[in-house]
């Protein structure tokens, strides 16, 4: 076993481990030790101590010897003498328009060196301030740059709860705090109530962040399904980790809700809600207002079929009307192949009427037309065929000059040509219908 001593330099800082020798400290005597930096001037916080060996580190610096009168006297001259450094660094930070903040300045027990803290956004080339302090000063001059939580350490004030900062005034290091702390104390998470002096997140949110891990380890979550005692499914809206109980968002068979505050040891987990799905006791009310949706449906459906099915006999009880329409039906197509309906019949005679026959007289005019052209050609056949008889011993006339021989042939063959003629392309223009090819044209009633 080894015995240690615990000893800090500064008001609130780290403790660091110093090997006592034969003397005995105790908490809050002041010792001179060496350091790294050189003799420094500290106190103690952890008297004498054991550890273990293997704990033990191997550059371990004695204790000199315990602070007299005269160094405490000195110390207080320090603190004179860094308030007067001070001022006299910031004004010739701001003759060298230097960016920066100076915050503190410290001189060393043994008188080598003054360190002065400030603070900035970014680099700053600080070589020509260092210069001008250390002509002024006449020793060794360091500059240390700090961020916005040692700033506040060594500035010290009061926190938002009322009593001096935890960093100034206890708190021998800072610790990673994050949001998640915040969020499992179910704290407000806007960040001007989480926030501390410094601007960042409070320290204090890490003192009590290992036990509300632990309650809430016992604890279901918010959004979780639920069974109750008494058989009923819920959800639970709400968790107090202190007292340990959870609200529960209950629906009953008459789909009506009911909230209840019930301990968290009388429920039992059913199922989580995953991030941007539906709750589970939502997922049970959709899908009952789907099945009463599926039955209305159903049921209009019904109603339907049962409506289509009356008009059906409805019509089958009536087949005389059936009847009488598909008689019409048929008596009209029976007269439309027998010849003209009543009505065009009916609608020629009325247009005859209004041109004072002359439609009539023009389409029997056709009519006698055609008889008289059947004729000619029955009279020019007989004459061809008298006219074809040959004496004996003559030869018979080529077939030109028997066509020319035959009187009716030449009228007969014209008139067919007229006639298809007429059918191809209709009567001539300005000549009435049914007038022979050599009649004058006019109307055929004239």
Known sequence: MTTIVGVRFR?????????????TYRRGDHVIAETAKGIEYGTVILGNYEIQDASVREDLRPVLRRANPEDEE?????????????????KKVFEHQLDMKVIAAEYTFDD???????????????????????????????????GVRDETRIV???????????????????????????????????????????????????????TYAYLNSQLPKKGDTVELEDGRIGEIT??????????????????????????????????????????????????????????????????????????????????????????????????????????????REGRDARTGGRGRDRRRGKRENDAEAGADGAGGAAEKAAAVVIPAGEEPAPAGAAADAVPGEENGERTRKRHRRRKKHGPREGRPEGAPDGAPEGRADE
């Open 11 to 23: 008001e609130i800082g780290k403790i660091y481990s110093f090997d006592p020798g034969e003397e």
């Open 74 to 90: 000195k110390i207080r001259a320090n603190k004179a003498r860094e308030m007067e450094a001070l001022k006299l660094c910031r």
């Open 112 to 146: 080598s060196k003054i360190l002065f803290f400030f603070t900035a956004d970014g680099r700053v080339d600080f070589r020509d301030l260092v210069k001008d302090l250390a002509s002024v000063f006449r020793m060794r001059i360091e500059l240390r740059q700090v």
């Open 156 to 210: 010290g004030g009061m926190g938002p709860c009322g009593r001096p900062l935890c960093c100034h005034s206890w708190l021998p290091d800072f610790v990673p705090v994050s949001i998640k702390m915040a969020k499992e104390q179910n704290l407000s998470l806007n960040p001007q109530k989480i926030s501390g002096v410094c601007g960042r997140l409070m320290c204090c949110l890490k003192n009590e962040a290992d």
């Open 238 to 347: 709400e968790v107090n980790v202190l007292k340990q109980t959870v609200r529960v968002l209950v629906l009953l068979d008459d789909d009506e809700r009911e909230m209840r505050d019930v301990p968290a040891a009388e429920t039992v987990f059913i199922a989580h809600r995953k991030k941007g799905q539906p709750s589970q006791l939502k997922k049970d009310a959709m899908a009952r207002r789907e099945a009463q949706l599926q039955e209305q449906r159903e049921r209009k459906k019904r109603e339907a079929e049962g409506a289509d099915a009356s008009g059906e006999a409805g019509r089958k009880d009536a087949p005389g009307a059936q009847d009488d329409a598909g008689e019409g039906q048929s008596a009209r197509r029976s007269r439309r192949k027998k010849g003209e309906a009543p009505a065009e019949k009916e609608g």
